[in-house]
């Protein structure tokens, strides 16, 4: 069955950066997007951006265009999310999950099927 | 941006009863880039639709989906004890934006 299992809680300071991992389970990894997703408390989910885990292609939200970097290693089946310049505002659970491709390896109009359980990041002085 | 605002913030209600939790849209996202997701404490988001109204693989045939256009609506006919949890819901049509939630709570 199709599992991801993320890293552990992080706390950080403000202005630091933060990489968590989100290894994959149960289906042929580069065959699918890995999207990221977070929660800060008491608000609604926001959508980060996506990597083609097959040949490293992204996009990012404008939201966080220049601060996330998106990456991959297939040969582990492991996506990785960095945010840098931490602030408190980034407090929050940061979700992986899974989608298809269109026709053209682009994760455009594709609904997320598969999410990992989160990670929560925490960001304090 | 697509936003989208669901109601009501909370539903109580007992086992056996009918849930209805409506999602709308600020602009259209037509009928086939709405999703529905479960999401029970501690636990990872579970696709329930997608398409507005096609059930994901393994979920219960309790669970419907309808709508298109700005408003959509999600239906439990009978609320099962796992049922009561947070539902959202998901547009794609345009980047990805997501609903703010609705707690189903047993009553």
């Known amino acids: 069955q199709v599992q991801f299992v993320q890293s552990g809680t992080e706390v950080k300071k403000p202005g630091a950066s933060v990489k968590v991992s989100c290894k994959a389970s149960g289906y042929s990894f580069d065959s699918y997007a890995l999207h990221w997703v977070r929660q800060a408390p008491g608000q609604r989910l926001e959508w980060m951006g996506w990597i083609n885990a097959g040949n490293g292609y992204t996009k990012y939200s404008q939201n966080f265009q220049g601060r996330v970097t998106i990456t991959r290693d297939p040969f582990a089946s492991t996506g990785y999310m960095e945010l840098a310049s931490l602030r408190s505002e980034d407090t929050a659970v940061y979700y992986c999950?899974?989608?298809?491709?269109?026709?053209?390896?682009?994760?455009?109009?594709?609904?997320?099927?598969?999410w990992g359980r989160g990670t929560l990041v925490a960001v304090s002085s | 941006e697509i936003v989208l605002t669901q109601s009501p913030g909370t539903l109580s209600l007992s086992p056996g009863e009918r849930a209805t939790l409506s999602c709308r849209a600020s602009q259209s996202v037509s009928s086939i880039y709405l999703a529905w997701y479960q999401q029970r404490p501690g636990q990872a988001p579970r696709l329930l639709l997608y398409?507005?109204?096609h059930r994901a693989t393994d979920i219960p045939d309790r669970f419907s989906g309808s709508g298109s256009g700005t408003d959509f609506t999600l239906t439990i006919s009978r609320l099962e004890p796992e049922d009561f949890a947070v539902y959202f819901c998901l547009q794609y049509r345009s980047s990805r934006t997501f609903g703010q939630g609705t707690k189903v709570e047993m009553k």
């Open positions: 999950a899974r989608s298809e491709y269109d026709g053209s390896g682009y994760a455009t109009k594709k609904h997320l099927d598969f």
């Open positions: 398409g507005a109204s």
